[in-house]
């Protein structure tokens, strides 16, 4: 157990739904990851945090998908208007330094 | 539930041998790399990590090996047993801003009892 939650754990969406997704890290972790994973493949970054401040976005974050981590420590993704191509594992994970970072469980997305 | 290993190359090793998955990674600039482990249903575990300043690391019942010159990164794992069946990948990452990782393939490993 990393001590990294994730919920919902399991989330179905009809095409066209908004979706969000929390993301609770190991306490005092001040870095926060969002990631995508697809089936067969290796977990893409999405975006980082460091402690309420947004730093980095990957170009697959389009318009549709917005992170928050208000107060430097849960955070947020949200997808609006899902699309089919949405469906994959979403996973966090947290970090004490600028290295070794813990994943989450995930939460895993299917948009029919 | 769904496949993390689907489509991915396959080891299978007896139990109680020792196994060596290999990687391959893209970036000359990178200076840090993990081993994580990941189960089916499950996020991706730490395994070991080693900094470009060394070329070797040990770990309980764990070994990471690193040649920069041809950009490879090996994990040997010591008598492998059934639990130690997973996808494996590699990631590397460099020390610029954000450290995201960037994660290879996966290869799936399967344990013969």
């Known amino acids: 157990d990393t001590g990294v939650s994730q919920n919902p754990r399991h989330k179905i969406t009809k095409r066209g739904q908004n979706v969000t997704f929390r993301c609770d890290p190991i306490?005092?972790?001040?870095?926060l990851y969002w990631y995508r994973q697809t089936l067969g493949q290796g977990p893409e970054f999405l975006t980082y945090f460091q402690n309420e401040a947004q730093l980095e976005k990957s170009r697959l974050l389009s318009d549709r998908f917005s992170a928050e981590r208000p107060k430097g420590s849960f955070s947020t993704l949200e997808i609006q208007r899902t699309e089919q191509g949405d469906s994959a594992m979403y996973l966090c994970?947290?970090?004490?330094?600028?290295?070794?970072?813990?994943f989450g469980p995930g939460t895993r997305l299917l948009v029919l | 539930g769904e496949s993390v290993g689907l489509h991915l190359p396959t080891l299978s090793v007896q139990e109680g041998d020792n196994s060596i998955i290999n990687c391959a990674y893209s970036?000359?600039?990178?200076?840090?790399f993990i081993w994580y482990k990941q189960e089916s249903g499950k996020g991706p575990q730490f395994i070991i990590d080693?900094?470009?300043?060394?070329d070797k690391r040990q770990g309980q019942r764990v070994t990471v090996l690193l040649n920069k010159t041809v950009k490879h990164l090996s994990l040997q794992i010591a008598a492998t047993q059934p639990g130690d069946s997973a996808v494996y990948f590699c990631?590397?990452?460099f020390g610029a801003g954000s450290y995201q990782l960037t994660f290879g393939k996966g290869t799936k490993l399967s344990v013969i009892p």
């Open positions: 994970a947290s970090s004490p330094a600028p290295e070794t970072q813990y």
């Open positions: 990631a590397e990452g």
């Open positions: 970036n000359s600039a990178s200076d840090y």
């Open positions: 080693i900094r470009s300043n060394m």
């Open positions: 306490s005092e972790h001040n870095r």
